[in-house]
T-cell receptor, first 120, second 110 residues
């Protein structure tokens, strides 16, 4: 149980285009999903916290107009990188926290497999 | 802000024990975690410890927490080649934000 998927797993796009990444909780509902960015050989940096039905909360230094987050249902959050540039190339990972009970007793987040974005 | 630090590399021989260390700065952390990341994949929770504990053992994994020194360690007994991965420690205090260390790449030599 507690599987999180991301789609696509890998995407290559031209500079100036927009890319949408989906994060789905497959067998549980998640009120909260998180988006992270990971640079090579570096840690995960939290970009934003996404709550179903409300606006995302962005971390300091993350441009909300650049990284659009939509959390339309309890099982889906999307991250759109608008007008992507080569410096946006990175590994984007989402995580989801289950709605009530079970794993939330220790506040676990379940992570997706990540999306490798390459902007040419 | 919160700062979580780890050494970048560790190399051990198969069958030996591995000890991965982590220090953090936020004394109000509630939970501390160890995650494993294999190449090109997301993070897999290995184990966690609540901040009022000082040790937790789970099969081959032993977590030690020194809250006074803000030091967390993960010991893997009888390390196998399949344990080769990047290990991240993380801390959380308000059930929303996780702060991750930079990851320790564990290389297990056969």
């Amino acid at each position: 149980g507690a599987v999180v998927s991301q789609h696509p797993s890998r995407v290559i796009c031209k500079s100036g285009t927009s890319v949408k990444i989906e994060c789905r909780s497959l067998d549980f509902q998640a009120t909260t999903m998180f988006w992270y960015r990971q640079f090579p050989k570096q840690s995960l940096m939290l970009m934003a916290t996404s709550n179903e039905g409300s606006k995302a909360t962005y971390e300091q230094g993350v441009e909300k107009d650049k990284f659009l987050i939509n959390h339309a249902s309890l099982t889906l959050s999307t991250l759109t990188v608008t007008s992507a540039h080569p410096e946006d190339s990175s590994f984007y990972i989402c995580s989801a926290r289950p709605l009530g009970g079970g794993a939330t007793a220790y506040n676990e987040q379940f992570f997706g497999p990540g999306t490798r974005l390459t902007v040419l | 802000g919160e700062d979580v630090e780890q050494s970048l590399f560790l190399s051990v021989r198969e069958g030996d024990s591995s000890v991965i260390n982590c220090t953090y700065t936020d004394s109000s952390s509630t939970y501390l975690y160890w995650y494993k990341q294999e190449p090109g994949a997301g993070l897999q929770l290995l184990t966690y410890i609540f901040s009022n504990m000082d040790m937790k053992q789970d099969q081959r994994l032993t977590v030690l927490l020194n809250k006074k020194d803000k030091h967390l360690s993960l010991r893997i007994a009888d390390t196998q080649t399949g344990d080769s991965a990047i290990y991240f420690c993380a801390e959380s205090k308000n059930f929303n934000k996780f702060y991750f260390g930079s990851g320790t790449k564990l290389n297990v030599k056969p």
